[in-house]
């Protein structure tokens, strides 16, 4: 089926047409740098790495252009650099490069453009002065502010009435607005501060300009898709609008945020043990903390658990669940390729490699359903269990073993798990600890045959002594290194 996805502007299932087939444009907000990204800051880049890997198997990876986005200006980033003495750019560079540390051990597949907001003042301020040129904005005591009033679909993406609105996030109610909700273009900065001239004063750019600028400077209006939390609809993404529409002289079409991005996609909330993160409670987890303490697959696995659009409850049920899943897939995975250790790929034909692309059928089915990752991963397991069953069948083609392989390797790819191979998943990929376990095992089953049972629980600590867990299954034991 073709791709269709819930765009959060009209409140519907829609099909995804792109502008232009061969330059598919995706914008996702991305990671404000002054601290570690906690869970929930994972969600978004996950999720929308499924939608990239999805896109660029339809478009071709070479027509998919996929941007997120790297603020590294901010009051919270100041504040840091101002209590460790230090420039900005030393608490940006550093974690920044947490952060895509972080992602890549969640195989979250880099962007192909990370627009930097310091490296785009120039285009900030070009565009900031567009908006006052049509009326839409206005200059105060150093500051620029946008004229809600003067975009009449204002509110249109959040659903909200203006006269129920209150101020955007960041933005302080101030004399100098024309009315409350009026938000900053720009500001001037704080003594110390980062700045940068412009026609109004030296200062810096509001929050919600820096992503209409750097989109319409690295994509060109209007984009494809635009992704992102469900907390940025209002005031981040629905600014946004305002501002890329009105900055273009279109802020009294009917249609104008047509101009802007053609589908809006929004990922639920995440809580954590049923309770929202906040640093009051105390539950805030960050994602750095948890895959030093476990496989990023694991990590990758339970943000996919849930569709994309509801809320995601974070528990070590939750956990412990996606570890077993993958174990089981890996354990599948690392029994075909025993079986297939002396077969050569290249020796399938073009019709049975179509067979096994046909096969990723119901999997790519499930993700062109408005990514519906847990259909996908239902259906993966569904490719699990004919692999399974081909190598329990004695008079299994191996033709027909190998197809099943690739076909579940391929599947999982577009979900971005299995990308490790079994031996590293359960091993760790250390030979000698890979012999001395084997043997271990090998002996455990002799003393268990034999009701040696004190020889049993021997070999049992000596597992345990090297950090190993042993699964008993119908097809025997497996096993892997803990954490």
Not at 157 to 174: C, F, H, K, P, Q
Not at 199 to 218: D, K, L, T, Y
Not at 245 to 261: I, K, Q, S
Request: with cysteine; charged share 25%; proline share 6%.
């Amino acid at each position: 089926m073709p791709l269709h996805i819930h765009d959060t502007l009209r409140r519907e299932k829609r099909l995804f047409e792109p502008r232009n087939k061969d330059r598919v444009t995706l914008y996702v907000c991305g990671p404000t740098v002054y601290d570690y990204a906690h869970i929930g800051n994972a969600r978004p880049p996950v999720v929308f790495d499924v939608l990239v890997r999805l896109l660029r198997r339809t478009y071709g990876a070479d027509h998919v252009i996929y941007a997120r986005n790297v603020t590294d200006v901010d009051d919270k980033i100041n504040q840091k650099a101002a209590r460790e003495g230090v420039p900005i750019g030393e608490i940006t560079v550093r974690y920044e490069a947490a952060y895509l540390a972080d992602m890549g051990l969640l195989n979250v597949s880099p962007p192909d453009m990370a627009p930097h907001v310091t490296d785009h003042i120039p285009a900030i301020v070009a565009q900031i002065q567009s908006i006052v040129d049509a009326g839409c904005a206005y200059a105060a005591e150093g500051h620029v502010l946008f004229d809600v009033s003067s975009y009449k679909a204002y509110g249109a993406l959040s659903g909200r009435n203006l006269d129920d609105m209150i101020a955007g996030a960041r933005v302080e109610v101030a004399p100098y607005k024309k009315n409350p909700h009026d938000f900053v273009l720009w500001k001037p900065s704080k003594a110390d501060d980062p700045s940068w001239p412009s026609p109004w004063g030296e200062g810096r750019p509001g929050w919600h300009i820096e992503c209409s600028a750097m989109i319409e400077q690295n994509l060109g209006l209007p984009i494809d898709i635009h992704g992102g939390g469900i907390d940025l609809v209002f005031p981040h993404h629905e600014n946004e609008i305002a501002q890329g529409v009105c900055a273009h002289g279109h802020a009294h079409g009917d249609h104008a945020h047509d101009e802007y991005a053609r589908y809006w996609m929004h990922n639920g909330f995440l809580t954590v043990d049923a309770e929202k993160m906040s640093k009051s409670v105390g539950n805030v987890l960050l994602l750095h903390d948890l895959v030093q303490a476990m496989p990023g697959e694991v990590v990758r696995w339970a943000l996919l658990s849930a569709h994309y659009r509801q809320p995601l409850d974070w528990n070590q049920g939750l956990l412990d669940q996606s570890r077993k899943n993958l174990d089981r897939l890996y354990g599948v995975l690392r029994d075909a390729d025993a079986a297939l250790a002396d077969f050569d790929m290249a020796t399938l034909d073009e019709a049975e490699m179509e067979l096994a692309e046909n096969a990723l059928g119901p999997v790519l089915d499930a993700l062109e359903d408005d990514l519906n990752t847990p259909g996908a991963i239902a259906q993966l397991f569904g490719l699990a269990n004919a692999l399974r069953d081909l190598l329990n069948d004695a008079e299994a083609d191996i033709n027909d073993v190998a197809m099943a392989r690739w076909s579940l390797a391929e599947a999982a790819g577009l979900l971005g798990v299995l990308a490790l191979t079994p031996d590293v998943w359960f091993e760790g990929g250390d030979p000698a600890l890979k012999a001395e376990v084997e043997a271990l095992l090998d002996q455990r089953a002799a003393a268990r045959a034999a009701k040696d049972w004190p020889e049993a629980d021997r070999i049992r600590d000596r597992l345990n002594a090297l950090n190993v867990i042993v699964m008993d299954g119908p097809d025997g034991p497996t096993w892997r290194v803990k954490g």
